[in-house]
């Protein structure tokens, strides 16, 4: 099964997993619209794509370029048939260093632009009667690991948001949520710890793209590392936070 003749809007393609789903789908016969901050970054994949796609700069913060993206979106496609929210920022972090700052825009990217674009794209496919709208999350959202915080916690909220969403809205909308363990990407090239089964970005984006034609709510890879972290999350918390605290030396 292919993606031909599907409009889907990728926010957060420029680069990592969202640039590598990008190919993926486009290889498949969709017709993507692809978002992210950086106009020349989109411009490149779209030159490398081909120029039926179409890009639409935006900041996912800003609720505006949101709402401005979905009247070019209406006005250029019939349907918009998935929605694909990939945006995320990180730096590596404990409460001890951590800059405030750079938090504030770590949660108005990761989690306040999840709530913009689901605010903003929920009527349109309610509208059609059928869609889908992706949320990706973490398995660092899991569960709270020595030195995760502020983006695991973002990606908490993310999992818990798209979990109400599942319930809240009619079932004719799939809504489905995206928890990738390791993928080497500029992001997780910032850290200094190991990163046990770190998988490419093409072969996430396989992952992604097989599991948005799942009837699964939840996309989760690889499978031996977030079935362990899945475990763990549901421990007791006596046991759970014994062992996390014992990995404090480790991460």
């Not at 809240?168 to 993928?183: A, L, S, T």
């Not at 763990?232 to 936070?241: D, M, N, Q, R, V």
């Given at each position: 099964?292919?993606?031909?003749?599907?409009n889907?809007?990728?926010?957060?393609?420029?680069?990592?997993?969202g640039?590598?789903l990008?190919?993926?789908?486009?290889?498949?016969?969709?017709?993507?619209?692809?978002?992210?901050?950086?106009?020349?970054?989109?411009?490149?994949?779209?030159?490398?794509?081909?120029?039926?796609?179409?890009?639409?700069?935006?900041?996912?913060?800003n609720?505006?370029?949101?709402?401005?993206?979905?009247?070019?979106?209406?006005?250029?496609?019939k349907?918009?048939?998935?929605?694909?929210?990939?945006?995320?920022?990180?730096?590596?972090?404990?409460?001890?260093?951590?800059?405030?700052?750079?938090?504030?825009?770590?949660?108005?990217?990761?989690?306040l632009?999840?709530?913009?674009?689901?605010?903003?794209?929920?009527?349109?496919?309610?509208?059609?009667?059928?869609?889908?709208?992706?949320?990706?999350?973490?398995v660092?959202?899991?569960?709270g690991?020595?030195?995760?915080?502020?983006?695991?916690a973002?990606?908490?909220?993310?999992?818990?948001?798209?979990?109400?969403?599942?319930a809240?809205?009619?079932?004719?909308?799939?809504?489905?949520?995206?928890?990738?363990?390791?993928?080497?990407t500029?992001?997780t090239?910032?850290?200094?710890?190991?990163?046990?089964?770190?998988?490419?970005?093409?072969?996430?984006?396989?992952?992604?793209?097989?599991?948005?034609?799942?009837?699964?709510?939840?996309?989760?890879?690889?499978?031996?590392?977030?079935?362990?972290?899945?475990f763990?999350?549901?421990?007791?918390?006596?046991?759970?936070?014994f062992?996390?605290?014992?990995?404090?030396?480790?991460?």
């Open positions: 099964m292919s993606f031909s003749g599907e889907i809007w990728i926010i957060g393609a420029s680069s990592g997993i640039a590598a990008a190919r993926v789908l486009s290889a498949q016969g969709a017709t993507l619209i692809l978002s992210a901050r950086s106009k020349d970054a989109l411009e490149s994949l779209r030159k490398e794509l081909g120029r039926q796609h179409h890009i639409y700069p935006l900041d996912v913060a609720y505006s370029d949101i709402e401005s993206a979905i009247n070019y979106i209406t006005k250029t496609v349907k918009l048939d998935r929605v694909i929210f990939m945006a995320a920022i990180y730096n590596p972090a404990n409460i001890e260093n951590m800059d405030v700052a750079f938090t504030k825009q770590l949660l108005e990217v990761n989690v632009g999840a709530f913009h674009v689901a605010k903003a794209t929920l009527p349109i496919l309610q509208k059609q009667s059928e869609g889908q709208l992706a949320l990706c999350a973490s660092a959202g899991y569960v690991l020595p030195g995760g915080q502020p983006y695991s973002s990606k908490a909220a993310l999992i818990n948001f798209a979990e109400s969403l599942y809240e809205v009619p079932k004719n909308i799939d809504i489905k949520v995206i928890n990738p363990g390791f993928v080497r500029p992001m090239d910032k850290n200094n710890f190991s990163m046990p089964m770190r998988v490419e970005p093409e072969v996430a984006a396989i992952y992604i793209a097989d599991g948005l034609r799942s009837k699964a709510f939840e996309i989760h890879f690889p499978k031996k590392f977030t079935i362990f972290l899945k763990l999350s549901i421990l007791p918390y006596g046991i759970k936070l062992l996390t605290s014992k990995m404090k030396n480790k991460s």
